[in-house]
């Protein structure tokens, strides 16, 4: 009940196009669902986050989908760049005590942008 | 400041050492965590201090023993690790309110355990 399917595991998108990764849940007590984006060497970097009161959060290039009877949500990039070049986790979590919190994450999608 | 600071950034340990990992925020965040990483994989929470308080230890090996001295430090001493202990471990701090869930993370310290 507590893991984040995540997919694909790996993606490799040409450079201007658009770079999709999908996750899915099965806990509906998560109300908070991150993406996070980590380059090699570096720790994890929040990218956007969506709470399951809306179904889509833009910013930028960077959009979450969420669907929540389905309990899915996905991150696009749009005009993806080889900067975009990384790791991405989606997570989730509940805020049912405050200090709490225990973000599980996906299993991680290693992008890759081709020229 | 946006920073959470992790000292060393690598450390090679041998398994009869005793080392410590430092992590630091001027965030007034009153929520840290430490993680785990492997290599091609999530992170993996570790503990959690809440308000300098130990709320989450994930049974974690007492071979890991943190410590949170104030609202901005956090530590992790290290004790007769193993090599399967070679890992990134990542410090994460956030405000435990729960219109504010960003957990900022540092950049962590690569260990190898030799």
């Known amino acids: 009940q507590q893991q984040v399917k995540q997919s694909p595991q790996s993606l490799i998108v040409q450079k201007g196009g658009i770079s999709i990764i999908n996750c899915a849940y099965e806990n509906t007590a998560f109300d908070y669902f991150p993406w996070y984006q980590q380059f090699p060497g570096k720790g994890p970097a929040l990218l956007i986050a969506i709470r399951p009161d809306v179904s889509e959060k833009k910013e930028g290039r960077f959009t979450i989908s969420f669907n929540k009877s389905a309990k899915q949500f996905s991150l696009h990039i749009m005009d993806s760049q080889p900067g975009d070049s990384a790791t991405y986790f989606c997570?989730?979590?509940?805020?049912?005590?405050?200090?709490?919190?225990?973000?599980?994450f996906g299993t991680g999608t290693r992008l890759t942008i081709i020229p | 400041d946006t920073e959470v600071t992790q000292t060393p950034k690598h450390l090679v340990m041998g398994m009869t050492n005793k080392k410590s990992l430092k992590c630091e925020q001027h965030?007034?965040?009153?929520?840290m965590y430490w993680y785990k990483q492997k290599a091609k994989k999530p992170p993996e929470l570790m503990f959690v201090y809440s308000y300098e308080k130990l709320s989450i230890n994930e049974s974690v090996p007492s071979r890991f023993s943190p410590e949170c001295p104030n609202s901005s430090l956090l530590n992790l001493h290290l004790h007769a690790l193993q090599p399967e202990d070679s890992a990134l471990y990542l410090c994460a701090s956030s405000q435990p309110r729960d219109s504010q869930r960003e957990a900022f993370f540092g950049q962590g310290t690569r260990l190898t355990v030799v």
């Open positions: 997570a989730a979590s509940r805020g049912h005590n405050f200090g709490n919190e225990k973000l599980t």
């Open positions: 965030m007034g965040h009153r929520a």
